[in-house]
Structures are given as C-alpha cells and as structure tokens.
C-alpha cells in the first residue's frame, strides 16, 4: 500500500522526470478489478486532460497527487503508478494508463485494493483527499509533539497503540505498513493500551514516528514497495513478511507475527512491551 514514505519518493520522482510531458490520452480499466475505484466524474475528467501536460506533483499524506494545467490526478492505496519509457514494454494488463504523446507512460495495477481520483483543480470535496492535504504528517510543518498529543481522543478513551497511530486518518499516510517499525523503535507492542500510558510512552512514540518515516522517505520508501521505476526502496524494514523468522536484529530473539485489527502485526516480545 502507498504510505508516506512511498507516496513522497513517487510524487518526487514524477516531479523530477515527468514535468513537462504532454498527455495524450488516458485509458481507464483496461482490465477489469473488483476493488479498483475511480470517482464518477473520472472518465469525463479524464478526457480533459488530453493535450495538457504535467506540471508537477506532490504527496498529500499517503496520496500521490499529480497536477496538470487544470486538473489533479489523485492515487492511493494500492494504486501504484509506474513509469515505462519503452512502447514496446508497455503492460498489456492495467487498470489506468496515462500515455504521453512522447510515445512513453504511466500505468498502475491495483494491488489488492485501491483509488484513483481525477477532477478539476480546486473543485476536490473527497473528505479522504482532504484531510490527506490539510492534516500535518512527519514529512510537513506542524507535527508538533503538542499537535501528535491532540489527536488523542479526550476523555481516556480506549485505544491501542496501532488503533492510536494508523486509524481514522489522524496521521495521514501512516498505515499498516510503516507502523512496525514505529512501534519497534519505540519499544512497544501494537496491542498496548494507550490509555494506560505515561507521557514517555507517547514521548518514545512521537520520536519513533518522525525517525522512522523520515528515514524511509529518505531511503527511497521501503524494501517491501516499489516506487515509479519498480526499484524497491532502501529502506530495510526491521518487521515486515521480509524479517519474519529472522531474529531481531536488537535482542536476537524470534519475530513473530499475528492479525489485529484487519492486518498482520510482526512484533518482538522481548524489545516491545505489551
Ligand atoms: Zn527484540
């Protein structure tokens, strides 16, 4: 899934290599997927943008946004976006392509599940887009350890540590993925409960959060994803299905992993505290 560290070397990348090029046409669900989502207006909004060109994009928490002249070009979850030069190698298999009339293009498969959005500048009223754009993350201004304190609930409520950090969208960008290794640095376990914590808890927390996304976005994203030119990231992930039956590299002792909360969890019962 694009998380922030993906979303930020992609949008970057697309930046760098991609800005000036002039689209010719774009092709939705070439072939069909089930859990592949486009909004309503996207074939229209998509025809429109034929003969504008790209003028650069960004990430938007966990969003790789792309702009044109008068549109955005939004993918997340699990639509990758991946850059092809070669006409002769391009994927005969996508769910969105975007050719340039350059005789190259991007093209995106949906792993598993996931969206791409396209409207006219300024007229995006997708609540999921916006509160990607306008909440602060690791990777933008405001993510102060005042403002990562506000996003827990008032009144005590009862959170574990990953229902804390990587649901309801109060990080953008900080999913499933990127969420093991913040919680092995940081020493504790996905299932703790936060209510119970004290102020170090969350200070470990905070701190795990800004070095490890930092650190992946720097890296190029993780080894587990891809980014436009399908190289995997630098970024060695410390738990993830690549370090299961490895031993900790910290304590040595086997890493284990289970399902929580609609997903694997990989953890060190030694090094994180439950
Ligand atoms: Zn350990």
């Known amino acids: 899934m694009?998380?922030?560290?993906?979303?930020?070397?992609?949008?970057?990348q697309i930046?760098?290599?991609l800005s000036g090029k002039i689209i010719s046409h774009i092709k939705i669900l070439q072939t069909p997927h089930k859990f592949a989502f486009f909004n309503n207006e996207a074939g229209r909004y998509g025809e429109a943008l034929?003969?504008?060109?790209?003028?650069?994009a960004v990430f938007r928490g966990g969003m790789v946004e792309i702009n044109t002249e008068d549109s955005l070009i939004v993918f997340y979850d699990g639509a990758y976006p991946r850059y092809c030069e070669d006409r002769t190698k391009f994927?005969?298999?996508?769910?969105?392509?975007?050719?340039?009339?350059?005789e190259t293009g991007i093209f995106v498969s949906i792993q598993m599940y996931g969206g791409i959005t396209i409207f006219p500048k300024g007229e995006c009223t997708n609540d999921y887009?916006?509160?990607?754009?306008?909440?602060?993350?690791?990777?933008?201004?405001?993510?102060?350890?005042?403002?990562?304190?506000?996003l827990y609930p008032a009144g005590g409520k009862k959170l574990s540590a990953?229902?804390?950090?990587?649901?309801?969208?109060?990080?953008?960008?900080?999913?499933?993925?990127?969420?093991?290794d913040i919680l092995w640095e940081a020493g504790i376990d996905?299932?703790?409960?936060?209510?119970?914590?004290?102020?170090e808890a969350f200070r470990s927390l905070y701190d795990a959060v800004n070095q490890v996304i930092k650190a992946m976005a720097e890296q190029g994203g993780r080894d587990t994803e891809r980014d436009l030119f399908g190289q995997k990231g630098r970024y060695i992930t410390q738990l993830s299905k690549n370090s299961l039956n490895q031993p900790c590299t910290r304590c040595g002792y086997e890493l284990h992993k289970t399902n929580y909360m609609g997903g694997t969890i990989y953890f060190c019962e030694h090094c994180q505290k439950r």
């Open 129 to 150: 887009y916006i509160s990607s754009s306008t909440k602060p993350n690791p990777l933008t201004d405001g993510f102060t350890f005042d403002y990562f304190m506000s």
């Open 50 to 56: 034929e003969g504008q060109s790209i003028t650069g």
């Open 162 to 180: 990953k229902a804390f950090l990587a649901t309801q969208q109060r990080i953008p960008g900080l999913g499933n993925g990127v969420l093991q």
């Open 15 to 17: 930046q760098k290599h």
């Open 91 to 102: 994927p005969k298999k996508h769910q969105f392509a975007i050719y340039f009339d350059d």
């Open 190 to 199: 996905p299932r703790y409960p936060m209510q119970d914590a004290p102020e």
């Open 2 to 12: 694009l998380e922030l560290p993906e979303s930020y070397t992609i949008a970057n």
